[in-house]
């Protein structure tokens, strides 16, 4: 049987292996065919990285003698040998997913020295203090990746050296400290592992690679994996790689740079670069580094061959590109280039600017944007106009203001925000630990890094504020506090403010505003608009959302909830004499006197949505959700009996309580509620038919053009919809007629109930539209209440793999969706002219969306911070 290839060297592979070489590897090779300067190296298969889990974690057959023909290439290519100590070969194993995942997996720099090649090493470069400095790193990520021993307890020992010696740096060791530093690291390996460090660089390789495979499942992949979506069963490749040292010197140095800037998309070289340093001293964030153009007066030749490098790697990947590169003695070398991650706004200029240039299409610029990454884009700022109390500077890492009570720890931040609160995650540097605390807050602030460290790159790929580097913050984690330039205190659970566009930190929650949309966003969507065949309206209850919904291209309002109307402070009194009345008379008087109030409402939503179809759904809770809380009254009722000293007060409580138990339900979800009320009071539904055309009457008589619909809740049965479609016309056609004023009257019923669905036929012939509330159709199909199910096991479903996601999130497909494939063609095939869409959450979701644009529906309506993401998740749903 023919043994499948689990090994590529880098001029093997190409682009389009990204599956099999892992994104890093894939880069490598292109890079390699393209001629530019890759030093050499090899990648281990994602395949064979499967193979070891299927064989519980043991090697594959023939990879050993695979590794080992591939590491005799690699000496062949470069005239050194591991091991060697005249000539030792130094390589780096470094993971590379399919998809980038920054800082969650392991790397591995200076595998091949040991207590020989040391020596070697510093023989050939003339240079003893790099050398027992690689020997340091080696021995200090291998023990901590391979071997299990604690970081801190390595970085205690360098801190030890430091304050015996009286220096504060790193770069302040001398060579003799580093060896002094290089035999405590050993005994301390020996000490927590039972064994002496291992020497030979064969059995290092191996532990390498096995730990670089293993790191796909450490908590810190798993939990980034879920919050993006990327399959569990990938694996990771391994790419195995000539050390070239940034270390060497001042003519040396190591940096991260962007063909674009990664938070605002402007076309400029972005990113940052060390002296005298390795690749992990950037992205670790240990050493603040410098600005990429301050390259360009420290090594211009340099600077000039990474700015053409850069720009034809963006041309020849049609994209913009995260590039890693060392120099060593002044010649430069690439180590991985990857498309960026960038935050929405970046995303948005790029892929307009790119399509612009002619390097992609306008139809490709649309692909490119991720529409659910929109909502960063919708993030507040802080009021420009507020007295604001400043802590201190960073560097602004991710743009968007934050408030939040300071936490320092990642797990102290996940308690807090479990609770309720809003944090601001506070570290000196974070780490691929942190994330779920990241996660869990509003925003970081670090005191060290850069703008390419790991805090800057995980917020900005989650839209988080974020500011890197505010060095004037001195956190002492003991006290859970941090002092500021000026001698203030800030300690655990005090308010700040981060601005992650600005890098200022201020004390105590910031104003906020709403974000102005880019000119490039606007013209994104209007790329989109021209091919989506959905229209995108609104869900909004007040002229205010209405307002806010169309500045965001919403075409009209496909859910205006009414009972929202009737929950205002100057109104809850009138609706509860409503609920209370003991006849038809009483009740009218109430109703009266809500008339106007709901009258002006509909008039500012109407005119806000002047020219578009605003459909408004008459009442649908139970009523007793206006009313006092059954146990709560009880308690009142009791208290007051016991006192005594009121009785007139206990006479109206205990009135109001017979009632309220008269109308407590004990299943109110499948109560008396919808359309159950219009059908048993329907003098309900008659002010509300006539408060909306009387407010349509005063706009159209004022020239305004206005298109109002009426939604019936919760139809279940042709007849219901019948007889409510009836009433609602006659009251409409009575409001028309005395105003001397003549509007289209459009009914329509809301699709939330399966059998519903299951008789669409029937209820199509009496309706004008369809609207899909999947909210509740999703709970009467799966059976599920939606408050105890999230709140009790519908996590355990998704993490269990029970379901693929949330069904109240991502549209349950197969069972939900199965029925309303049903409804739209029962529906259609019975009225021609039916128009149908989908007012619950998932219209604002952009997976659902890709199914109501194949489902065939008309529209889609979400809230309105949701309309430009469905408006941009329908345009790539008919490029699809």
Request: aromatic share 6%.
């Amino acid at each position: 049987m023919t043994q499948v290839k689990q090994i590529y060297s880098f001029d093997e592979g190409n682009a389009g292996m990204r599956d099999l070489l892992g994104g890093k590897g894939a880069g490598l090779a292109e890079m390699t065919r393209a001629g530019l300067p890759v030093p050499e190296g090899f990648t281990i298969t994602t395949a064979a990285c499967r193979a070891y889990f299927t064989a519980g974690g043991q090697w594959p057959e023939g990879l050993l003698d695979a590794l080992d023909e591939a590491v005799s290439q690699l000496e062949e290519r470069t005239g050194l040998k591991l091991g060697d100590p005249d000539r030792p070969l130094l390589v780096s194993v470094r993971s590379g997913a399919v998809f980038s995942m920054p800082g969650m997996m392991d790397t591995i720099l200076n595998l091949g020295l040991n207590d020989d090649t040391v020596l070697g090493l510093a023989r050939r470069t003339g240079q003893d203090r790099f050398a027992w400095d690689c020997y340091r790193r080696f021995i200090q990520m291998y023990g901590d990746v391979v071997l299990g021993v604690d970081h801190y307890a390595f970085e205690q020992i360098i801190d030890e050296q430091k304050a015996a010696r009286g220096v504060r740096l790193d770069t302040e060791l001398s060579a003799e400290d580093w060896k002094a530093v290089v035999e405590k690291y050993k005994q301390l390996v020996e000490k927590e592992t039972k064994r002496p460090f291992p020497q030979n660089p064969r059995e290092q390789l191996l532990g390498a690679v096995r730990a670089v495979f293993s790191s796909w499942n450490n908590q810190r992949a798993v939990v980034y994996r879920k919050i993006h979506g990327i399959p569990e069963d990938l694996g990771t490749a391994v790419n195995i790689q000539r050390m070239v040292f940034g270390n060497l010197g001042d003519d040396s140095g190591t940096g991260v740079v962007f063909t674009r800037n990664p938070a605002t998309g402007e076309a400029k070289l972005y990113g940052e670069f060390l002296l005298n340093a390795q690749g992990e001293d950037v992205v670790a964030g240990i050493r603040t580094p410098s600005p990429i153009a301050q390259l360009e007066e420290t090594m211009p030749e340099v600077y000039r061959q990474l700015l053409d490098v850069a720009r034809k790697l963006e041309r020849h990947y049609r994209d913009v590109q995260d590039i890693e590169f060392t120099v060593e003695r002044g010649r430069l070398f690439l180590l991985q280039t990857r498309a960026a991650k960038r935050t929405a706004q970046a995303a948005v200029k790029a892929a307009v600017d790119l399509a612009k240039e002619g390097i992609i299409d306008r139809m490709e610029a649309i692909r490119r944007v991720d529409p659910d990454s929109l909502t960063q884009l919708l993030h507040r700022r802080i009021d420009e106009a507020a007295d604001l109390d400043r802590l201190a500077k960073g560097l602004p890492a991710s743009p968007g203001a934050a408030s939040g009570r300071v936490v320092f720890d990642a797990d102290e931040a996940v308690r807090r925000a479990n609770e309720g609160e809003a944090v601001i995650l506070v570290r000196s540097e974070t780490t691929p630990e942190d994330i779920h605390g990241i996660v869990a807050s509003q925003g970081v602030l670090t005191s060290r890094g850069g703008m390419t460290s790991h805090a800057a790159v995980v917020a900005r790929g989650m839209g988080k504020a974020c500011v890197c580097g505010c060095e004037s913050v001195r956190i002492d984690f003991r006290k859970r506090e941090f002092i500021v330039e000026d001698g203030r205190t800030i300690r655990e659970g005090d308010v700040i403010t981060i601005d992650g566009g600005t890098g200022q930190v201020y004390l105590g929650a910031a104003p906020l505003v709403d974000p102005v949309l880019s000119p490039e966003f606007q013209e994104l969507l209007a790329w989109g608009d021209e091919v989506r065949k959905l229209s995108v309206l609104a869900n909004a209850d007040n002229p205010e959302d209405a307002a806010k919904a169309r500045e965001f291209g919403a075409q009209g309002i496909g859910l205006c909830r009414t009972e929202h109307m009737f929950l205002g402070p100057d109104r809850v009194s009138i609706v509860q004499r409503m609920i209370l009345a003991e006849d038809e008379e009483e009740r009218g008087r109430a109703l009266g006197e809500l008339l106007p109030l709901q009258r002006q409402d509909f008039v500012g939503i109407l005119r806000a949505m002047a020219g578009l179809p605003v459909t408004v759904r008459l009442l649908d809770p139970p009523l007793h959700e206006f009313l006092p809380n059954l146990e709560e009254l009880m308690v009142e009722v009791t208290q007051l009996r016991e006192r005594g000293d009121d009785p007139a007060r206990l006479r109206e409580r205990e009135r109001l309580l017979r009632k309220v138990r008269v109308l407590h339900e004990a299943n109110p979800m499948l109560g008396h509620r919808g359309c159950r009320l219009g059908i048993t009071f329907p003098e309900v539904y008659r002010v509300q038919v006539r408060a909306l055309y009387e407010a349509a009457a005063e706009l159209a008589a004022e020239g305004v053009s206005v298109k109002p619909e009426v939604m019936i809740p919760l139809v279940g049965h042709h007849r219901e919809l019948e007889i409510l479609r009836a009433q609602v016309i006659e009251e409409a056609e009575r409001v028309l007629q005395d105003k001397g004023v003549e509007l289209p009257i459009k009914v329509g019923t809301m699709i939330e109930v399966p059998r519903a669905a299951l008789t669409a036929g029937e209820i199509a012939a009496q309706a004008d539209f369809f609207s899909f509330g999947t909210n509740d159709l999703t709970q009467m199909t799966f059976g599920f209440s939606r408050d105890d199910a999230e709140g009790k096991f519908l996590h355990a479903y998704v993490q269990g793999g029970i379901l693929d996601a949330d069904p109240f999130v991502v549209l349950d497909e197969p069972g939900v969706g199965r029925l309303i494939r049903w409804a739209v063609q029962e529906g259609r095939m019975a009225n021609s002219e039916l128009k149908v869409g989908i007012c619950g959450e998932h219209g604002g979701d952009p997976r659902s969306i890709t199914f109501c644009h194949k489902v065939g529906l008309d529209y889609v309506s979400c809230s309105p911070y949701r309309v430009p993401v469905a408006r941009l998740a329908a345009a790539r749903a008919a490029l699809e």
